[in-house]
């Protein structure tokens, strides 16, 4: 049966599977070339011509490989790009390779690629000039958002002129695809540079110092770049570095925002805290000050101060960790320039420079070997930072601190039996150096996860142990179990919640077995309190996974 798709009459077709199938019938006349099959589909389904000049300009933007490109890869080529910035050659399927025309463009290679758009290399056939090419995935419809981000990120640095900061020369589309062509720098970027050798801390200040000048620029004309890192600072043949990737650029001046408060934008990594909380209130030039110290901590660690298994635990530990001290991963950092990385690397924007210009000079008075504004932290700010730095072990040491002097206080008004109270206080000895083994473990990467468990199981022992020798009544040290499993939710595992749970029940039993004569008479009682354990080890473990599933949102190029 023929159906009104094949119909040549004209009469239009009856559903969206029916246009489908025409979109798909102009499709292949586009792809043989044949013109006239166009045209007369066009006439025929006039309902189709609104569909034509997308499908038009999908079809030009399209890379079609040439015979060098289908012929089967032998063992020495490889099948996919390993980099961002790989070269893949964007030829037409023609027989001479000519480079594809995309309006007064001629697109070279593609030279980056990213969740939004893509850039070329191209030459601007007027001018007779190389230039990068972005322009939004031609593989997607772009949302008015999206295109509206796009030509944000274009008015952003079109009207910047500065030696550090990759300039944009023209904005427009070309078949209804958006693009804009900007500088092309010949070279890698930063990340390159950082992950294939060392960097020295006196070339790492160099950069930076550049870097910082060509931001506080931006800031001056009333932009927050919002996403530096070193993927978005490009190194001439020189080592210069350029400034790039406005699209998450903020422009105070202008009313319409891209984005909307309690949205993330950002890269986690690099992100400041009060990015992080996705407030558009807080946004402010002290935020590109953190993400210049992040940069920084990376060049001479190797490493962004956080960097997680997955982009939420990465925001966690952005507005609630504390980077590892620089010097503990690299023994050659100078100590000036670590109170320079850890002041711009502050949790609170008051306690960073102001501006990036106060971190650039401060960085120039350490080349110069002049003191440097930065100054070491004070005993509160390590104490606090060592707390951000290792929760789990301060937690357990505070409270062993104060169940210890509530103990000690007890015997010094009343005590009388002073080889107990000798006991009491070795069980807390033991179990704060517990402590401090597990924290050092959790320190090896290949040891974390056992070591997370091993600690809880130690805590559970320790805890019946404890309890196995208080004097009665005992029921109120019972307390002690479920603040066990609620601590255990610190760690952020299900699994391991669930584990503490079970071993709080183990050695809830393993108490009953030892101290029966207190417990003797309420045989409904221990029944009751192994059910509130296992009901608060499942809430527990149950919003650890809500917020678990949630974290796929993150997933997504922030």
């Known amino acids: 049966m023929t159906s009104p798709a094949n119909d040549e009459s004209g009469h239009p077709p009856n559903d969206s599977a029916e246009l489908a199938e025409l979109c798909d019938r102009y499709v292949e006349a586009l792809q043989s070339k044949n013109h006239s099959r166009c045209e007369e589909l066009l006439n025929s389904h006039p309902e189709l011509q609104q569909f034509s000049g997308f499908l038009d300009s999908l079809e030009v933007l399209a890379p079609q490989p040439s015979e060098d490109m289908t012929a089967a890869p032998t063992d020495d080529s490889p099948t996919q790009a390993s980099s961002s910035r790989a070269s893949i050659d964007v030829t037409t399927a023609g027989n001479h390779g000519d480079p594809l025309s995309f309006g007064k463009y001629e697109l070279l290679q593609e030279i980056g690629r990213g969740g939004m758009g ?17 322009m939004i995935l031609s593989s997607r419809l772009a949302s008015p958002d999206e295109v509206r981000r796009f030509y944000a ?29 900007m500088d092309f720098i010949e070279g890698e970027c930063l990340a390159d540079l950082a992950g294939r050798a060392p960097i020295s801390p006196e070339q790492a200040a160099k950069l ?77 030039v002290r935020g590109d000050v953190y993400s210049l110290g992040a940069i920084l901590y990376e060049l001479l660690t190797g490493r962004p101060p956080f960097k997680e298994a997955n982009p939420l635990d990465t925001l966690v530990q952005v507005l609630e960790g504390e980077a590892t001290l620089p010097h ?104 704060a150096a517990v402590a401090f083994v597990f924290q050092q473990l959790l320190r090896i990467d290949r040891l974390q996860y056992v070591a997370r468990f091993g600690w809880v199981a130690a805590d559970a ?98």
């Open 461 to 558: 022992v320790l805890m019946t142990t404890m309890l196995s020798l208080a004097e009665p009544p005992i029921g109120p040290l019972l307390v002690g179990y479920p603040l066990l499993i609620v601590a255990s939710g610190l760690f952020f595992q299900v699994r391991l919640v669930w584990f503490m749970t079970i071993c709080t029940l183990l050695a809830y039993a393993a108490l009953i077995v030892v101290r029966q004569d207190d417990l003797a008479g309420h045989e409904h009682y221990p029944v009751i309190y192994a059910s509130v354990l296992l009901v608060l080890g499942f809430i527990v473990s149950f919003q650890i996974y809500r917020v678990r599933v949630l974290s796929r949102y993150f997933e997504r190029p922030l």
């Open 328 to 431: 503990v991963l690299n023994r050659q950092i100078p100590v000036e320039l670590e109170w320079i990385c850890l002041k711009s690397l502050e949790k609170d924007p008051d306690d960073r420079y102001q501006s990036a210009a106060e971190f650039a000079d401060d960085l120039d008075r350490f080349l110069k070997g002049e003191p440097v504004e930065a100054q070491p932290s004070s005993l509160w700010q390590r104490t606090r930072r060592w707390a951000r730095r290792e929760p789990a072990l301060v937690s357990r040491l505070a409270a062993l601190l104060v169940s210890a002097g509530i103990v000690q206080v007890k015997y010094q008004y009343n005590g009388t039996d002073l080889p107990f109270h000798i006991k009491i206080m070795v069980i807390f000895a033991v179990w």
């Open 208 to 284: 930076l110092i550049e870097v910082a000048r060509a931001v506080h620029f931006l800031h001056e004309h009333g932009i927050v770049h919002r996403d530096l890192k070193p993927s978005n600072i490009l190194l001439d043949d020189e080592g210069n570095p350029h400034v790039t990737d406005f699209g998450l650029a903020k422009v105070f001046a202008d009313d319409s925002s891209q984005t909307q408060t309690g949205t993330i934008v950002g890269t986690p990594s690099y992100m400041a805290p009060e990015q992080a909380t996705g407030s558009r209130s807080s946004v402010s």
């Open 153 to 181: 990120e274009a008015r952003a640095a079109g009207g910047l002129r500065h030696a550090r900061i990759v300039g944009i020369h023209e904005v427009g589309q070309v078949h209804g695809q958006h693009y804009f062509a």
């Open 118 to 134: 893509v850039v070329y290399k191209a030459r601007q056939t007027d001018l007779d000039r190389i230039v990068a090419l972005k």
